[in-house]
Structure formats: structure tokens, C-alpha cells
């Protein structure tokens, strides 16, 4: 599985941003997909992640009620939408898929499959 991250950027605080994550696999469907981000001198982070069929999402507690995963099967692509961001969301971002249970869908350890990053800097 090949992911390709976009979407990152400069904002101010309280803007937003829409991040994508386009996979090339073509069992997408039986992926989870999930965010996640890593600031510098910090460990990455877990942000957010939805259940293969969709219609399981989960959040970093620092990001709920800010941001929205989603996916869209027909296009093989993972979104996850920022609003309200704040200079502590400044990191880079990582997609990542496998097909991981609930259990383990917000630990790092259980994707096998991750995009290259895409920065998002949020200035105050």
C-alpha cells in the first residue's frame, strides 16, 4: 500500500485546513485509516482514525471537537479536516492505513502502511 499525504500548510490560529491521504491499494476497503502527527523533540501522536467501513471515528483529546477524519472508498482517499487550529497543532502530519481493530487503531505501532508527511504550521 502506497499513501501520498497533501494538504499542509501556513495558517494562522483559528484557521483551517483540509488534509488528504491518497492510497493506491485496492483492498482500501478493508483498511482503518488513521492521523497521525509528530512536532519536533515531541513523540508522534496520535490524532485521528476511522474504521475501515467508516463508521467508526476516534480523536486525539486534543483535537476533538476541532477536527474530522473521514474517507471516501470510490476516490481511496482519507481526509482529515482542521478547523480551529491552534500553533500547538504545528507538526508534521502521517497517514497511515492497515487493517488494525478497534483495539489498537489509535497506537502507531499497529500501521504497517504510512504516507511521507505533509507540514502544517500554525502561526499566532
Known amino acids: 500500500v502506497q499513501l501520498q499525504a497533501s494538504g499542509g500548510g501556513l495558517v494562522q490560529a483559528g484557521g483551517s485546513l483540509r488534509l488528504s491521504c491518497a492510497a493506491s491499494?485496492?483492498?482500501?476497503?478493508?483498511?482503518?485509516m488513521g492521523w497521525f502527527r509528530q512536532a519536533p523533540g515531541k513523540e508522534r501522536e496520535f490524532v485521528a482514525a476511522?474504521?475501515?467501513?467508516?463508521?467508526?471515528?476516534y480523536y486525539g483529546d486534543s483535537v476533538k471537537g476541532r477536527f474530522t477524519i473521514s474517507r471516501d472508498d470510490a476516490k481511496k482517499m482519507a481526509y482529515l479536516q482542521m478547523n480551529s487550529l491552534k500553533p500547538e497543532d504545528t507538526a508534521v502530519y502521517y497517514c497511515?492505513?492497515?487493517?488494525?481493530?478497534?483495539?489498537?487503531?489509535?497506537?502507531?505501532?499497529?500501521?504497517?502502511?504510512w504516507g511521507q508527511g505533509t507540514q502544517v504550521t500554525v502561526s499566532s
Open positions: 497511515a492505513a492497515d487493517p488494525v481493530p478497534p483495539s489498537i487503531i489509535t497506537t502507531a505501532e499497529a500501521f504497517r502502511y
Open positions: 491499494s485496492r483492498t482500501f476497503t478493508s483498511y482503518a
Open positions: 476511522i474504521s475501515w467501513s467508516g463508521a467508526s471515528t
